[in-house]
């Protein structure tokens, strides 16, 4: 079954418009870790937030923001004031304990291709 | 700079041959991990190590071998049992604690004819 799942295979949105990214997921693990990613056509990763499954508040980092709805099992990404920049796959990736031996590991969504146009 | 290098950046082979794919970290993070990227995938985990001497299998490790006889290096080997081996190859290392995330490497384009 997957586990985390991004339902918008592309996006598009004006320049300096907001958009929000869909990210739903699925664990019985109470502690879990929820992560987003960019990564332009130069095939980079580039790490963009990070939510914990006790956090009280979303998490924010600069333009980027976490609609994280625990109780719907959902962790959208909002991108603020959008810039051109912007273009790119953007991944959300659940990070996962297993069984075995305690070790982590990230899973990670199909990724949304995001086209900003001026 | 403290980062990820993954070498070459392009790799071109003749199907049947073996082909070993360079990871190195300098970010003393004792996990590093092997994602595979295709088109329209998103990353597949294919081998993972939390420390020295162990490595673990993730979802797609058929056709692949990997070692982790130091901290720092982390070699994935695409053997010619791997029915399609052509993609794109990430190498990532991770620290401990639950908001860690993973560092990557700018990846190696394999294709294999």
């Known amino acids: 079954a997957q586990k985390i799942t991004q339902t918008q295979p592309g996006m598009f949105v004006q320049e300096k418009e907001a958009v929000t990214l869909d990210c739903t997921y699925d664990t019985s693990d109470p502690s879990y870790g929820l992560f987003w990613y960019k990564q332009p056509s130069s095939g980079e990763m580039i790490f963009l937030i990070y939510q914990g499954s006790y956090d009280q508040q979303n998490a924010t980092e600069g333009r980027y923001s976490l609609n994280f709805q625990k109780a719907r099992k959902s962790a959208n990404l909002v991108i603020s004031a959008s810039q051109l920049g912007d273009s790119a796959m953007y991944f959300c990736a659940m990070r996962e304990v297993t069984v075995q031996g305690g070790s982590e590991k990230l899973v990670f969504g199909k990724g949304t291709k995001l086209t900003v146009n001026p | 700079d403290g980062g990820i290098t993954q070498s070459p950046k392009y790799l071109f082979r003749k199907e049947g041959q073996n082909v070993t794919l360079s990871c190195e970290q300098n970010l003393n993070h004792d996990a590093m991990y092997w994602y595979r990227q295709d088109p329209g995938q998103g990353l597949r985990l294919i081998y993972y190590?939390?420390?020295?001497?162990?490595?673990q299998k993730g979802d797609i490790a058929e056709g692949y071998s990997v070692s982790r006889e130091k901290k720092e290096s982390f070699p994935l080997t695409v053997t010619s049992a791997q029915k399609n081996p052509t993609a794109f190859y990430l190498c990532?290392?991770?620290?401990?604690?639950?908001?860690?995330?993973?560092?990557f490497g700018n990846g190696t384009r394999l294709t294999v004819t």
């Open positions: 190590s939390q420390i020295v001497n162990d490595f």
């Open positions: 990532a290392s991770r620290n401990r604690g639950r908001n860690s995330p993973l560092h």
